[in-house]
C-alpha cells in the first residue's frame, strides 16, 4: 500500500513485492520462460502481459484520521481546559494494487493491509474505468482481502499451482508503485515456505529478488506462463527501499482464504486439539530419524478430535492429503486454513513405521482462542483440560501453540505452558486472560508451570 501521506511510516511496512530486473542478453530465453520473440527477434515477455495484466488493478483508498497527531488533544480535560472544538477528521488517501480472479462473480484479491480501515474503495481497471468496490471480507492473520466490482468485461487471471514453484523460477510482479500506474518487473523465486518474519500471523512466503517500491501490495505475482502464484504483501528492508527481498503470500494460501471470505465474510480456523513444535536434531535423534522432515506432536488434547482418531504424543507429521509437510508452521497454516468440517489424511512416523490416519477438522470454540494485537500476539490459548487441572492441582490456561517470531515466541512463552496468573490475577479460562488484557496493559507478569516447575514470565 502507498499512503499518500508521507509522514505515516506505514509506507515502508505496506510495500510490496514488485520484482527484481532480469537482463536479457542476446542469448535466448531460457526454456522454462516460454517467452516470445518480438518483431525484431529479440525476446519478449510482451504476449504473455497482454493476456495478464487486464486482471491487475490499482486501488484507492480512502479512510478517516484525526486532523491532529498531538494526543493531548485526545484528551477531553485538555480540550475542555483550553476551550477547545472537538476533534475533526480528515481523509487520508492511500493506494495499492489488487488481482481479478473471478470475473463472473467481480472477485478481487488485494492484502488485507491496503484496505483495512477504508471508507471507501474505489478499483481502477487498466482500461481506465474507476469502480467502487465493496469489502467482502478480510483476514488480518494471512493479510488477504477480498472485494467485489459490478463491472462487465472484466478479465480474470488464472490461478496456478504454489506448490509446484521451485527456486530460480523465473517469475513477474505486476502493481502499482508509488501510485504511478500499473508497472512490470521481473525477478526469480529467490525461496520458499519463509516464516518467522511477524508480518503475518501465518507465513508461508514467497520470496523474491524484488524491486521493492510502496503500493505494489495486493499485487499479482506471476509464473511466466501467466498464471498467479502469490499475492505481493510485504518486504523486508531496514529503510523500505529495495535491497532485494519481497514477500507473496502463496496462492494456494490466497484461494483458500479467499473461499471462506465468499462464504462466510471471515476465516472460519480449524483445530485438531494438538500442540506442535519443531524437529530439531536432537529429538530427530531421539526418535531414530532418517531426515528432519515433518513437524512434531509434542502434546494431545484429551478428548480433541486428534485423541479421537488415534494420534498421539511424539508422532512426526510428514504429510497431509499426499501433501509433504516440511515443519511445525507449515503443519500450523495447513490446519488453520481448513475448512472446519473437511475429513483429511495425516501420514505420520510412529516408531519404526508411518500410519496414515484420517481425522476431521473441528471448530474452534471460545475456549480455545488467539489474542492478537496483544502482548501475546503469535501465541493460541485453550482452558486446562480436567486431566491438567488434577495433574497440577491448580487451573490455568495451557499455550497451545506460538508462531515462531512473534510477540509472545519472544517473550520466552513456549507451548504446553500453563498460565495460572496474569498481574497476580488468577486464571481459570481463556475468558480470564482476555479481560486481563481487555485495558492493554503496558507489562504482564505472567506466573507458570514449565515441566512441572513454577516460573514467572514478563511480557512487554
Known amino acids: 500500500m502507498f499512503d499518500l501521506a508521507p509522514s505515516l511510516r506505514a509506507i515502508a511496512m505496506s510495500a510490496a513485492v514488485a520484482a527484481g530486473a532480469v537482463l536479457f542478453t542476446t542469448s535466448p530465453l531460457p526454456a522454462q520462460m516460454g517467452g516470445a520473440n518480438s518483431?525484431?527477434?529479440l525476446p519478449t515477455l510482451a504476449p504473455m502481459l497482454e493476456q495478464v495484466t487486464p486482471a491487475v488493478v490499482n486501488i484507492a483508498v480512502v479512510s478517516r484520521t484525526p486532523a491532529q497527531d498531538n494526543p493531548l488533544y485526545s484528551d477531553p480535560n485538555f480540550r475542555k481546559f483550553f476551550n477547545l472544538p472537538e476533534q475533526q477528521q480528515r481523509a487520508r488517501m492511500s493506494a495499492g494494487s489488487g488481482v481479478i480472479v473471478d470475473a463472473d462473480k467481480g472477485y478481487v484479491l488485494t492484502n488485507h493491509h491496503v484496505v483495512d480501515g477504508?471508507?471507501?474503495?474505489?478499483?481502477?481497471?487498466?482500461?481506465?474505468?474507476?469502480?467502487?468496490?465493496?469489502?467482502?471480507?478480510?483476514?488480518?492473520?494471512?493479510?488477504?482481502?477480498?472485494?467485489?466490482?459490478?463491472?462487465?468485461n472484466l478479465t480474470a487471471?488464472?490461478?496456478?499451482?504454489?506448490?509446484?514453484?521451485?527456486?530460480?523460477?523465473?517469475?513477474?510482479?505486476?502493481?502499482?508503485?508509488?501510485?504511478?500506474?500499473q508497472t512490470v518487473t521481473s525477478g526469480i523465486v529467490s525461496a520458499l515456505g519463509r516464516s518467522g518474519l511477524n508480518i503475518e500471523g501465518y507465513e508461508d512466503f514467497i520470496q523474491t529478488d524484488a524491486s521493492i517500491n510502496p503500493g505494489n501490495s495486493g499485487g499479482a505475482l506471476v509464473s511466466l506462463d501467466g498464471k498467479l502464484i502469490g499475492i505481493n504483501t510485504?518486504?523486508?528492508?531496514?529503510?523500505?527501499?529495495?535491497?532485494?527481498i519481497g514477500f507473496a503470500v502463496p496462492s494456494?494460501?490466497?484461494?483458500?482464504?479467499?473461499?471462506?471470505?465468499?462464504?462466510?465474510?471471515?476465516?472460519?480456523?480449524?483445530?485438531?486439539?494438538?500442540?506442535?513444535?519443531?524437529?530439531?536434531?536432537?529429538?530427530?535423534?531421539?526418535?531414530?530419524?532418517?531426515?528432519?522432515?515433518?513437524?512434531l506432536i509434542a502434546s494431545v488434547e484429551p478428548g480433541s478430535v486428534a485423541a479421537k482418531a488415534g494420534l498421539r504424543a511424539g508422532d512426526v507429521v510428514i504429510a497431509i492429503d499426499d501433501r509433504p509437510v516440511h515443519g511445525a508452521t507449515a503443519l500450523r497454516n495447513r490446519i488453520g486454513l481448513t475448512p472446519v468440517g473437511t475429513k483429511i489424511t495425516m501420514k505420520v512416523k510412529r516408531g519404526d513405521g508411518e500410519r496414515v490416519i484420517p481425522v476431521t477438522i473441528a471448530a474452534e470454540d471460545q475456549s480455545?482462542?488467539?489474542?492478537?494485537?496483544?502482548?501475546?500476539?503469535g501465541a493460541r490459548f485453550r482452558?486446562?483440560?480436567?486431566?491438567?487441572?488434577?495433574?497440577?492441582?491448580?487451573?490455568?490456561?495451557v499455550i497451545e501453540d506460538i508462531a515462531s517470531g512473534s510477540k509472545a515466541a519472544r517473550s520466552g512463552l513456549q507451548p504446553g505452558d500453563l498460565i495460572v496468573a496474569a498481574n497476580r490475577s488468577p486464571l481459570s479460562s481463556v475468558a480470564d486472560l482476555r479481560k486481563a488484557l481487555a485495558d492493554k496493559p503496558e507489562i504482564l507478569a505472567l506466573e507458570l508451570i514449565r515441566d512441572g516447575n513454577p516460573l514467572l514470565v514478563v511480557v512487554r
Open 383 to 397: 482452558d486446562a483440560s480436567l486431566e491438567e487441572v488434577r495433574q497440577f492441582g491448580i487451573p490455568g490456561v
Open 368 to 377: 480455545s482462542a488467539n489474542l492478537s494485537e496483544t502482548l501475546l500476539d
Open 118 to 152: 477504508g471508507s471507501k474503495i474505489t478499483v481502477t481497471l487498466k482500461d481506465g474505468r474507476q469502480i467502487p468496490a465493496k469489502l467482502i471480507g478480510s483476514d488480518k492473520e494471512t493479510d488477504i482481502a477480498l472485494l467485489h466490482i459490478g463491472a462487465e
Open 252 to 295: 494456494d494460501m490466497a484461494l483458500s482464504v479467499m473461499n471462506q471470505l465468499a462464504a462466510h465474510g471471515e476465516v472460519r480456523r480449524g483445530r485438531l486439539g494438538i500442540g506442535i513444535q519443531e524437529l530439531t536434531p536432537d529429538v530427530a535423534e531421539a526418535l531414530k530419524l532418517a531426515d528432519m522432515r515433518g513437524a
Open 234 to 244: 510485504a518486504i523486508l528492508s531496514p529503510a523500505g527501499a529495495n535491497v532485494g
Open 39 to 41: 518483431s525484431s527477434g
Open 157 to 181: 487471471i488464472s490461478v496456478g499451482d504454489s506448490d509446484a514453484l521451485k527456486v530460480g523460477d523465473y517469475v513477474v510482479a505486476i502493481g502499482n508503485p508509488f501510485g504511478l500506474g
